[in-house]
């Protein structure tokens, strides 16, 4: 049981450097970038109709 203790302990440590050290908010922003980059090229692609074939 100690031995998980120590575990769960060690993943609380390195999620608070994580949570406090500011990589939580620049990995939210890289991922707002990617949504929208990715919802560009959706509609693109659907306007375009150059995915049309792809479902038959």
Avoid: C, Y
Wanted: aromatic share 14%; hydrophobic share 70%.
């Amino acid at each position: 049981m100690l031995s998980w203790a120590l575990f769960f302990f060690l993943l609380a440590i390195i999620a608070a450097i994580f949570g406090f050290g500011g990589i939580a908010g620049t990995a939210a922003g890289i991922a707002q970038i990617l949504f929208v980059g990715f919802l560009v090229l959706a509609v693109v692609v659907l306007i375009t109709g150059r995915g049309e074939g792809a479902l038959t």
